[in-house]
C-alpha cells in the first residue's frame, strides 16, 4: 500500500478547486481502488471497460466519474503513471531505454520515447542525462520537476509529474 501511495504522491496538484471533493464517499473509494489496479498493473495494456468492469459501473459512467474527480481521463491518468514509473528507472537503474520500455509494457521502444518525450517534453536518454549531472553536481539524487506544465492535447490543470 505504502507503494501505492508513493506512486501517485502528488496526483491531485494542479486540479481544479473542489475536483476532489466532487463525488460522493463510494465514487472516491472505487476510483481510489481503479488507481491501485493502474499502479499494479503498468506493465499491461489497459481499458477502460476493464476499470469499470472491477468498479461495478458502465464503462461511460466510470470515464465521467474518473474525469470528475481527478480532472484527467482514466488512460491519460494511467500514462502518466507509466511515465512517472519511466522516470524513476532511468534515474536509479541502468537499464537501456528498450528494457524501461519493455517494463512498462511497450513493445516498441520508440512509440514509448515517444509517449515519454509528449508526457516530460524530453526524450528519456536526455532525461537520464540531465539526472545524472543533477547527481554529479552535488543536488539530491531524487525526481527533479524539470518540467513546468505537461504536454497534451487539452492539458489544462492536468496533474505533473515529475
Do not use: W
Not at 476532489?20 to 465514487?27: A, I, K, Q
Not at 489497459?46 to 464503462?59: D, F
Not at 540531465?130 to 553536481?137: I, P
Amino acid at each position: 500500500m505504502i507503494a501505492i501511495q508513493e506512486e501517485t504522491n502528488g496526483a491531485a496538484r494542479g486540479f481544479p478547486a473542489g475536483a476532489m471533493e466532487y463525488c460522493g464517499t463510494g465514487c472516491a473509494l472505487r476510483i481510489e481502488q481503479s488507481i491501485a489496479y493502474m499502479v499494479l498493473h503498468l506493465d499491461k495494456p489497459l481499458q477502460v471497460a476493464t476499470l469499470a468492469a472491477q468498479a461495478n459501473i458502465s464503462p461511460s459512467h466510470f470515464f465521467a466519474l474518473f474525469k470528475r474527480r481527478l480532472g484527467s481521463t482514466p488512460i491519460d491518468y494511467f500514462t502518466r503513471l507509466r511515465m512517472q514509473r519511466a522516470c524513476r528507472l532511468l534515474e536509479q537503474t541502468p537499464l537501456s531505454i528498450k528494457e524501461v520500455a519493455s517494463k512498462l509494457g511497450y513493445d516498441d521502444p520508440f512509440y514509448f520515447s515517444r509517449v515519454f518525450k509528449s508526457v516530460n517534453r524530453m526524450a528519456p536518454s536526455d532525461y537520464r542525462m540531465v539526472q545524472k549531472e543533477l547527481r554529479a553536481q552535488g543536488k539530491n539524487g531524487a525526481a527533479v520537476n524539470l518540467l513546468q506544465e505537461p504536454k497534451m492535447a487539452g492539458a489544462r490543470n492536468r496533474v505533473q509529474f515529475a
